[in-house]
C-alpha cells in the first residue's frame, strides 16, 4: 500500500452539484467545458487547468497527485470515429515544476487510476472504477514520454 506521505489521491467528481474547490501546489485545480463521451449519464469529460495554466482537454475526472514528486497524473479520452469503437484513455502526467505534459504509450479501453505505489509504479484498474479486483494492474509509469 502507498505510504499517504508519497501520494494523495483524489477523485475529481465532474457532475457534482456542490463543486469544492481543489488545491494542488498552492493552485486551484479546476475543469471547464465539461461534457459526456455518451448520453447515458457518463463518463464525463472536460478540459483542465491548474490555476490559469490549461494543462489538457478531453481528461476524465479521475487524478492522483503525487506531492513529493509534484506531478499531476490523469486519464485522458482519446475519441475516434463517431461510433467510439476505436476510442481509447491514456494516462497522463503533468510535473507542475518542469510544466511538462506526458502520456503513456498504452492505450487502455477502460481504465481507473487508483494510487501510486513507488517511483516507478502506479496502481491501476482495467475498468471505470476500483470495485472489481479481478481488473486491478500495476502500471509502469516509465511508459509515459
Not at 469503437?85 to 503533468?94: C, G, H, K, L, V
Not at 510535473?95 to 491501476?124: A, G, P, V
Request: a negative charge.
Amino acid at each position: 500500500m502507498a505510504s499517504d506521505l508519497y501520494s494523495r489521491s483524489s477523485t475529481l467528481l465532474l457532475n457534482q452539484i456542490n463543486h469544492e474547490m481543489i488545491r494542488i501546489a498552492a493552485q486551484i485545480l479546476s475543469e471547464t467545458n465539461v461534457d459526456q463521451i455518451i448520453n447515458m449519464g457518463g463518463s464525463y469529460i472536460c478540459d483542465l487547468l491548474l490555476g490559469c495554466t490549461f494543462i489538457s482537454n478531453k481528461v476524465v475526472g479521475n487524478f492522483i497527485f503525487n506531492e513529493h514528486t509534484h506531478t499531476l497524473y490523469f486519464v485522458k479520452y482519446h475519441p475516434g470515429s463517431k461510433w467510439q469503437i476505436d476510442s481509447y484513455f491514456t494516462i497522463n502526467a503533468y510535473d507542475i515544476r518542469k510544466k511538462t505534459l506526458y502520456e503513456s504509450n498504452t492505450h487502455f479501453k477502460m481504465i481507473y487510476i487508483k494510487q501510486i505505489l513507488n517511483e516507478n509504479m502506479m496502481e491501476i484498474f482495467l475498468a471505470f472504477h476500483d470495485k472489481n479486483i479481478l481488473k486491478k494492474e500495476n502500471f509502469d509509469l516509465t511508459d509515459l514520454v
